[in-house]
């Protein structure tokens, strides 16, 4: 059974292409690098606050970055270092940015959990469960009402499903059939809670979709080539006016739910199991399966972590942010100022 | 000019910005096919069409959401929310999304975006229906924060707010939807972050909003004619930005500032304004700063006891006589 799983998965990457199957691994080894540097750089005390990694679930970011349109956008959680790079923020944008570095994304001034980069259609990292999911469907309303084809991609957890605001916006985006892709990422815990025991439905999200007359669309979030077929359909149908899509990916995050979790709630032997499933691990082993050299991928891994070196370096070497940055930026105008 | 209701300068408002700007759309709850639930946007959907007129779900995050989305990439919504107490379902979108955006992305995210509501009492609406919750915007950085006495002026800040860079919050006085005025004939565009002085007198300045302009109006008359007490009356207008040089100058001419207010006491926008006259204009003052507020409890719905909760003009009048005399 598992060996024809592997096949049929193999089979379905085939249609997919070598030059994107060679940048889905090398954006996962990215995204597993860097996230790994920002936890190597928590423990020197360079990164203060919280930070929430996607260490486990790069197979989504990566599947879904590759899959859409530079002009698209995407609206993550503050769980979203990975998702902003995948769609080609600057590495030391993204560490300087977590370290309060001038150099970062936001020149220090949003942090871990609100990294945005509108160059790359990165519309920010919301740090309130589910407050994205309506911003994601307005900025497809106006996709939709000035004719543009850009869709919006919009991530977050098992644990928003829960909340008022994922339905409130699933219900507005299917009555317009605007081109918004909503991608729950099931790491199977809220925070600290397992989400089958908060939540009525076995799916959190896929058994949620009839509601809104959706389909019920579940993949497997740790395979990449599953992530970016699906994503390619969706984001697709959605561009020609097809409407909106709520889609599952099944993963799991390697750490806890943030700095402060160690994850000791979890039973043991399960991360054992799931790092049996790792996403990289999984994509290496298909794609020396299917033909690619072996050198092939050793060459990205050295290349990616030599840009990890090189932007580790560069954040570490950023001066921390001008403290004229403080009374900048409330207003249009640049200033502050809430009275004459 | 012609004469029109505040609730008809709201829709003609709204309508000469979708006249002008195709990137204007407005959408909110029975607002289109129903024309609002208060009338203040009758035709609105026959003129402009199903496309830019939009009634939504009841979904407070969804409509304010959708609005900052919206804005973030190049669309300029004006969104209703049909009563301002109704804020308290969305304020994450509109305190910790909107007003936090542009200053948390460096600058990168911009949100020229109108967010419409009818607020305050008078109308026996009871305390979910009834608040005057304008304070509230006006605690967050990041919002700028409106709230019009006259049709005139809420036709032209509701052009000034859609053509603002930065998230604009108009209030709505519901009980003001049926008083006439004078509206400018024409493109009108009034400015934000400016007070009007609409009388002036020697022994006092009253400082008020929305309806409490009205009050205010009415008791300066009062004193005048029946006391011998000449007020000046200063509509603030507009919370964020605030004219402060306006008021700070009027409240030097007379000596004394009473505050008339809408808000439940604690924190109403006039301790802000107390704040500021007692830091800069201490030297001028003849007296103490006068408050005059909604008592600090929900509001209720009976006629008289609505009537003795939110000032009155007989209220004013009283409280001036006592304090000022």
């Given at each position: 059974m598992a060996t024809t799983t592997k096949r049929k998965k193999a089979a379905a990457a085939d249609d997919i292409g070598q030059e994107t199957r060679l940048e889905l691994y090398r954006l996962q080894v990215e995204l597993r690098y860097c996230e790994k540097r920002a936890y190597d750089l928590f423990l020197q005390n360079l990164i203060k606050g919280t930070s929430h990694l996607s260490l486990g679930?790069?197979?989504?970011?990566?599947?879904?970055?590759?899959?859409?349109?530079?002009?698209?956008?995407?609206?993550?959680?503050?769980?979203?270092?990975?998702?902003?790079?995948?769609?080609?923020?600057?590495?030391?944008?993204?560490?300087?940015?977590?370290?309060?570095?001038?150099?970062?994304?936001?020149?220090?001034?949003?942090?871990?959990?609100?990294?945005?980069?509108?160059?790359?259609?990165?519309?920010?990292?919301?740090?309130?469960?589910?407050?994205?999911l309506p911003v994601a469907a307005g900025a497809a309303l106006s996709a939709q009402y000035r004719g543009t084809e850009q869709v919006s991609v919009c991530f977050f957890g098992d644990g928003t499903t829960n909340i008022g605001a994922f339905h409130e916006a699933i219900n507005f985006a299917a009555v317009w059939k605007l081109p918004v892709i909503f991608v729950c990422e099931n790491n199977l815990y809220m925070e600290y809670t397992a989400i089958h025991t908060v939540?009525?439905?076995?799916?959190?999200?896929?058994?949620?979709?009839?509601?809104?007359?959706?389909?019920?669309?579940?993949?497997?979030?740790?395979?990449?080539?599953?992530?970016?077929?699906?994503?390619?359909?969706?984001?697709?149908?959605?561009?020609?006016?097809?409407?909106?899509?709520?889609?599952?990916?099944?993963?799991?995050?390697?750490?806890?739910?943030?700095?402060?979790?160690?994850?000791?709630?979890?039973?043991?032997?399960?991360?054992?199991?799931?790092?049996?499933?790792?996403?990289?691990?999984?994509?290496?082993?298909?794609?020396?399966?299917?033909?690619?050299a072996e050198g092939t991928l050793t060459d990205i891994e050295t290349e990616t972590m030599r840009k990890v070196e090189e932007a580790t370096a560069a954040a570490k070497a950023s001066p921390p942010p001008a403290l004229d940055l403080i009374d900048k930026d409330v207003w249009a105008d640049g200033g502050a100022a809430w009275r004459n | 000019?012609?004469?029109?209701?505040?609730?008809?300068?709201?829709?003609?408002?709204?309508?000469?910005?979708?006249?002008?700007?195709?990137?204007?759309?407005?959408?909110?709850?029975?607002?289109?096919?129903?024309?609002?639930?208060?009338?203040?946007?009758?035709?609105?959907?026959?003129?402009?069409?199903?496309?830019?007129?939009?009634?939504?779900?009841?979904?407070?995050?969804?409509?304010?959401?959708?609005?900052?989305?919206?804005?973030?990439?190049?669309?300029?919504?004006?969104?209703?929310?049909?009563?301002?107490?109704?804020?308290?379902?969305?304020?994450?979108?509109?305190?910790?999304?909107?007003?936090?955006?542009?200053?948390?992305?460096?600058?990168?995210?911009?949100?020229?975006?109108?967010?419409?509501?009818?607020?305050?009492?008078?109308?026996?609406?009871?305390?979910?229906h009834s608040q005057a919750v304008e304070n509230w915007a006006m605690a967050i950085p990041g919002l700028k924060v409106v709230a019009p006495a006259t049709p005139a002026d809420v036709k032209g800040l509701i052009a000034a707010a859609v053509r603002d860079p930065d998230p604009v919050l108009v209030f709505e006085q519901k009980s003001l939807y049926a008083m006439k005025g004078e509206v400018p004939e024409g493109e009108h565009v009034d400015r934000l972050g400016t007070a009007k002085v609409l009388r002036q007198g020697k022994d006092c300045t009253i400082v008020a909003l929305a309806l409490m302009v009205h009050r205010a109006l009415e008791a300066a008359e009062t004193l005048e004619k029946e006391h011998g007490i000449s007020?000046?009356?200063?509509?603030?207008?507009?919370?964020?930005?605030?004219?402060?040089?306006?008021?700070?100058?009027?409240?030097a001419k007379t000596g004394r500032l009473v505050t008339v207010e809408e808000n439940p006491r604690l924190c109403g926008w006039g301790a802000e304004v107390a704040s500021i006259v007692a830091d800069e204009c201490f030297w001028n003052l003849d007296g103490p700063i006068v408050r005059i507020t909604t008592p600090h409890v929900p509001l209720p719905s009976a006629d008289q006891l609505e009537d003795n909760t939110i000032p009155s003009a007989t209220r004013i009048v009283r409280e001036i006589r006592e304090r000022i005399d």
């Open positions: 679930q790069e197979a989504i970011a990566a599947g879904f970055g590759v899959a859409m349109r530079p002009d698209d956008w995407t609206f993550c959680t503050y769980r979203g270092h990975a998702h902003t790079l995948a769609r080609g923020a600057s590495m030391t944008g993204v560490l300087g940015e977590l370290m309060g570095r001038s150099c970062g994304l936001l020149a220090g001034k949003g942090g871990s959990m609100h990294l945005t980069d509108v160059e790359h259609g990165v519309m920010g990292s919301y740090a309130i469960i589910g407050a994205h939540t009525a439905v076995d799916h959190p999200a896929a058994d949620r979709a009839a509601a809104y007359g959706l389909e019920s669309v579940l993949v497997d979030g740790n395979d990449a080539d599953e992530v970016y077929l699906t994503a390619m359909k969706y984001i697709n149908r959605a561009r020609k006016g097809g409407g909106p899509a709520l889609i599952e990916a099944k993963t799991y995050r390697h750490s806890g739910h943030s700095r402060a979790d160690p994850g000791k709630y979890r039973p043991e032997g399960e991360l054992e199991k799931w790092l049996e499933r790792d996403p990289l691990k999984i994509y290496r082993e298909r794609l020396l399966q299917v033909g690619f | 000019m012609a004469e029109l209701t505040y609730r008809d300068a709201v829709a003609a408002g709204i309508a000469q910005e979708l006249e002008r700007d195709e990137r204007v759309l407005f959408f909110g709850e029975d607002v289109a096919a129903a024309g609002g639930v208060f009338k203040t946007t009758v035709g609105l959907l026959e003129k402009f069409g199903p496309r830019r007129v939009r009634d939504c779900p009841i979904s407070e995050q969804a409509i304010i959401g959708a609005a900052m989305g919206a804005a973030m990439t190049g669309l300029r919504p004006i969104a209703e929310i049909m009563f301002s107490d109704f804020l308290a379902v969305c304020w994450d979108m509109v305190a910790n999304e909107i007003a936090k955006a542009r200053y948390m992305s460096h600058g990168q995210i911009q949100l020229p975006l109108v967010i419409r509501t009818a607020n305050g009492g008078g109308a026996r609406f009871g305390a979910q007020c000046t009356v200063v509509d603030v207008r507009s919370l964020v930005p605030l004219d402060t040089q306006t008021i700070l100058a009027e409240v």
